[in-house]
């Protein structure tokens, strides 16, 4: 797929060095940070369960809990409805409102929704945990532009790139009302780590290129949207002891695409997902294994972090 141009495009455009060493210990503030991120995991993969149209009570549990938990935190919360047969389906919004720059818009989000006869805790329980933690973070917070944050409804199949994917719902209706969206970050099943030798894979000719230890966090997108990923991957690296990755690619080149990001790029705005690689190393992808217990929340605390520092400077 990939000629020796394109392998310039994987190798010699991302700023900075992946960390490299022992992770530094937990704060008493981080092991916080852990409690929470497990807590509505367990919730969403645990308590809820399966949460899909397949099992609509299920998936009304799921956005009524994360419409609380955005209520909790002091937020006015708006629900993006649509119909599937019949059937209501929402997208969950909350929004800070910037300071200065209010009509430009940094959109944080992740699918609350798991696949067929799988509880999603990786996915992408975890991603909802991650935004969620960043809510609890920006709740009091006077960023520059708006930063809102969204739970879509239906990125797994079978609406996966369709027009019932709810992250094309909403992409679609801030391009038709000239929304100024500077930035998407989707937060894709970001709970599952492995230091094993071989517990990461990649499509050829990525296995050249990257670890094979699945110990990182990756950034990932297309080529339009280079320079917010640039940052975005800079910015971590900068602030963040925790290995990460980064890939530009044609939107055609394996699976780069596949999440809400998508949605984003056909609208025309720039947009980086953030994974831990999902089905490239999580053996329990779209299984019913897919479980909490099967997480490593330390070291998804340490992304949360991370996270937290890069939508500040991209929202400064």
């Known amino acids: 797929m990939l000629n020796s141009k394109g392998n310039q495009i ?4 991302i700023p900075g060095t992946s960390f490299n060493g022992e992770l530094p210990p937990l704060t008493e503030a981080e092991f916080g940070v852990s409690d929470r991120l497990k807590a509505d995991v367990i919730v969403l993969a645990e308590s809820i369960g399966i949460r899909n149209t397949e099992n609509p009570e299920a998936l009304e549990l799921a956005s ?19 119909f599937i047969e019949g059937l209501e389906v929402t997208n969950v919004i909350a929004e800070v409102q910037g300071a200065e720059k209010p009509h ?5 989000g992740a699918h609350y929704d798991s ?22 973070r920006f ?8 930063i809102r944050f969204v739970a879509f409804v239906n990125e797994e199949p079978p609406y996966f790139q369709t027009d019932l994917m709810g992250s094309l719902v909403h992409a679609r209706g801030c391009r038709q009302h000239n929304e100024k969206i500077i ?15 071989g517990s990461q894979l990649y499509p050829p000719p990525l296995n050249r290129f990257y670890p094979n230890t699945a110990d990182f966090i990756a950034f990932c997108g297309n080529i339009t949207s280079y320079p917010l990923l640039r940052r975005c991957i800079k910015q971590f690296r900068i602030t963040t002891k925790f290995p990460s990755e980064g890939l530009v690619a044609p939107e055609s080149f394996a699976s780069i695409g596949f999440s809400d990001h998508w949605a984003f790029w056909q609208t025309g705005y720039q947009a980086v997902m953030i994974t831990n690689t999902a089905f490239l190393r999580n053996p329990h992808y779209h299984l019913p294994s897919d479980i909490p217990a099967h997480l490593d929340f330390d070291r998804m605390t340490r992304v949360a972090e991370g996270l937290k520092q890069l939508v500040a400077y991209l929202s400064s």
Not at 10 to 13: L, S
Not at 116 to 135: C, R
Not at 183 to 197: D, N, P, R, V
């Open 183 to 197: 930035g998407m970050l989707c937060l894709e099943s970001l709970g599952y780590f492995s230091t094993a030798i």
């Open 64 to 82: 009524d809990f994360i419409k609380s938990t955005f209520t909790g935190l002091g937020y006015i919360v708006k629900r993006e409805c649509y």
């Open 115 to 136: 696949a067929h006869g799988t509880p999603g805790a990786d996915d992408n329980a975890s991603g909802v945990a991650v935004l969620l933690e960043l809510a609890h």
């Open 139 to 146: 709740n009091d917070y006077k960023p520059r532009c708006t």
């Open 10 to 13: 994987v190798n010699m455009i």
């Open 104 to 108: 430009e818009i940094l959109v944080i």
